[in-house]
């Protein structure tokens, strides 16, 4: 079965460095997104992407993160300048419009383990 | 979005059957309930999804009664490895942009005792 994937699984900063998270959507899907997981917290939503721009984003995604689809395959997120409270799992997510009644199911990837210290 | 309500936690022991359910007073007429189960250090996975009454699919089946005000995910003779959280999603994820945003809540924390 198709499936997200998601580089690295674990990845450990200093405070102030740059990070990309590397997502690989499923192929045929249409929309990426991505979400965060602070440890013992709720999935929050922070950006979903589609026809090469932002969709929507939330309040969280601030002007230290960016995304981006630099090739017909990856879906990026970067975080400018981590903060400790930016220490999370990152996951990944994409969907299929063609899928389904009018509302779509997201596939979601492994997740990718941020840690800044 | 409409805003759900579903329990903390629940306990239940192996092979019994367990229902959550989900409060969503404010559903729209638009509105589709979806369930997403998450094991620890996983991505979230689609559980199901429906509109109205009855939908059931090979993992679980989900109950809707007519107002639609609340939702109950009724899973069949669970075992150790449905410990999870289940989180109840309730919006129109398709708007007229095309594109959609899933936001989940703080979900129900089941435990299957042995």
């Known amino acids: 079965e198709p499936e997200v994937t998601q580089t690295p699984s674990h990845q450990v900063t200093q405070m102030g460095q740059e990070v990309i998270l590397r997502c690989v959507p499923i192929?045929?899907?249409?929309?990426f997104y991505w979400y965060r997981q602070i440890l013992g917290q709720k999935v929050e939503f922070l950006v979903s992407?589609?026809?090469?721009?932002?969709?929507?984003k939330s309040e969280i995604f601030d002007d230290q993160f960016s995304v981006e689809r630099p090739d017909g395959s990856n879906f990026t997120l970067k975080i400018r300048s981590t903060k400790l409270e930016d220490s999370a799992m990152y996951f990944c997510?994409?969907?299929?419009?063609?899928?389904?009644?009018?509302?779509?199911?997201?596939?979601f990837g492994e997740g990718s383990r941020l840690t800044v210290l | 979005l409409a805003k759900t309500t579903q329990p903390i936690s629940m306990d239940s022991y192996e092979g019994q059957e367990v229902n959550i359910t989900c409060s969503h007073n404010n559903i729209a007429t638009n509105d589709y309930i979806t369930w997403y189960q998450q094991f620890p250090s996983q991505g979230p996975r689609f559980i199901i999804q429906?509109?109205?009454t009855k939908v059931t699919n090979e993992v679980a089946s989900l109950f809707i009664p007519a107002d639609r005000k609340s939702s109950t995910l009724s899973l069949p003779r669970v075992s150790l490895s449905d410990t999870a959280v289940y989180y109840c999603l309730v919006g129109d994820t398709w708007n007229s942009g095309g594109y959609q945003k899933v936001t989940f809540g703080t979900g129900t924390k089941l435990q299957v005792i042995p």
């Open positions: 997510a994409s969907s299929d419009p063609q899928r389904g009644g009018s509302t779509g199911e997201l596939f």
């Open positions: 429906g509109y109205k």
């Open positions: 992407f589609y026809n090469n721009e932002i969709s929507e």
């Open positions: 192929s045929n899907h249409l929309y």
